[in-house]
């Protein structure tokens, strides 16, 4: 186990493509919940390999696109994991996260 108070990491390279990212974490005694649209993109094997020579070579690699840059993925949780889930379509990947984030409650609701 790399993490030894438990969870868990994958090691690997995303693949191309378009993505909804989620991260689900608990703050201030409330469970909290940040999502986001992005496109996955691939970097030269040069480039993926310096990088994990910065990083835990533990981590998984996946670079992302985003019309509202890399702050949403950062803004409000010390960690830069998150879930990804692929759509075939930029516009299934936009319609996913309509639909997922319709399922998110929102003040007490």
């Known amino acids: 186990m790399y993490f030894?108070?438990?969870g868990g990491t994958l090691k690997?390279?995303?693949k191309p493509g378009e993505v909804?990212?989620?991260r689900v974490y608990v703050e201030g005694g409330s469970l909290k919940v940040d999502m986001g649209r992005a496109t996955a993109i691939s970097l030269p094997?040069?480039?993926t390999d310096r990088r994990?020579?910065?990083?835990?070579r533990?981590?998984?690699s996946c670079m992302f696109c985003s019309t509202a840059g890399s702050e949403p993925v950062h803004?409000?949780?010390p960690s830069n994991h998150v879930n990804v889930a692929y759509a075939p379509t930029a516009e299934e990947a936009d319609l996913a996260l309509a639909v997922k984030s319709e399922h998110v409650p929102r003040?007490?609701?």
């Open 4 to 6: 030894r108070l438990g």
């Open 12 to 14: 690997g390279i995303c």
């Open 20 to 22: 909804v990212w989620s």
């Open 45 to 47: 094997k040069e480039e």
């Open 52 to 56: 994990w020579r910065e990083v835990t």
């Open 58 to 60: 533990q981590c998984p």
């Open 75 to 77: 803004a409000r949780h």
């Open 107 to 109: 003040n007490g609701r």
